[in-house]
T-cell receptor, first 113, second 112 residues
Framework: GAGVSQSPSNKVTEKGKDVELRCDPI?????LYWYRQSLGQGLEFLIY????????KSGLPSDRFSAERTGGSVSTLTIQRTQQEDSAVYLC???????????FGDGTRLSIL | GENVEQHPSTLSVQEGDSAVIKCTYS??????FPWYKQELGKGPQLIID?????GEKKDQRIAVTLNKTAKHFSLHITETQPEDSAVYFC???????????FGTGTRLTIIP
């Protein structure tokens, strides 16, 4: 009966490197969301998956950001050529289906040096 | 798109007193309003939510009220306890667009 699991919990990397963040949603939850939480911007929506498709990716800040979901379960968020402004906590949430309450993981704290 | 404003940004309350946090939203199509509690180093935890066909909802010491006409909703915590100290976020969404739009958060401190 585990909640949403995210890994790694912390990631420090050098500017220009690529990073992959992973989210394991609650079992049986078909909807999955990525958000970003930073000091200046609060909690911002990035992308929403229903099953393996992403009907709303309007929050991805640039083409350096991409996400995929396979098997209707695990999702990875990839940031290419990281910049210092990418430093933030990346949060994943899941729900039984779209429009249902979203339950969050504890996030990945990403620091770009 | 939707815009959610939240007030106050910080709130200090004596233990045992009530706390009220208020949010306003801009899009009249929004129909779902959750509240989250976030403790240091943790993800947001859903504490209560309300849909637009309901004016008020209670769960023990926590209640949420919604005024659709004025487009505002509020969180009420009664008989506050030290463990209520955290950052609280309101949010809004509508069924045709599943994403949550969050307020900027309220840091609630309960003074023993």
């Amino acid at each position: 009966g585990a909640g949403v699991s995210q890994s790694p919990s912390n990631k420090v990397t050098e500017k220009g490197k690529d990073v992959e963040l992973r989210c394991d949603p609650i079992s049986g939850h078909t909807a999955l969301y990525w958000y970003r939480q930073s000091l200046g911007q609060g909690l911002e929506f990035l992308i929403y998956f229903q099953g393996n498709s992403a009907p709303d990716k309007s929050g991805l800040p640039s083409d350096r950001f991409s996400a995929e979901r396979t098997g209707g379960s695990v999702s990875t968020l990839t940031i290419q050529r990281t910049q210092q402004e990418d430093s933030a906590v990346y949060l994943c949430a899941s729900s039984r289906r779209g429009g249902q309450p979203q339950h969050f993981g504890d996030g990945t704290r990403l620091s770009i040096l | 798109g939707e815009n959610v404003e939240q007030h106050p940004s910080t709130l200090s309350v004596q233990e045992g007193d009530s706390a009220v946090i208020k949010c306003t939203y801009s899009d009249s199509a929004s129909n779902y309003f959750p509240w989250y509690k976030q403790e240091l180093g943790k993800g947001p935890q859903l504490i209560i939510d309300i849909r637009s066909n309901v004016g008020e909802k209670k769960d023990q010491r926590i209640a949420v009220t919604l005024n659709k006409t004025a487009k505002h909703f509020s969180l009420h915590i009664t008989e506050t306890q030290p463990e209520d100290s955290a950052v609280y976020f309101c949010a809004a969404s509508y069924s045709s667009n599943e994403k949550l739009t969050f307020g900027t958060g309220t840091r609630l401190t309960i003074i023993p």
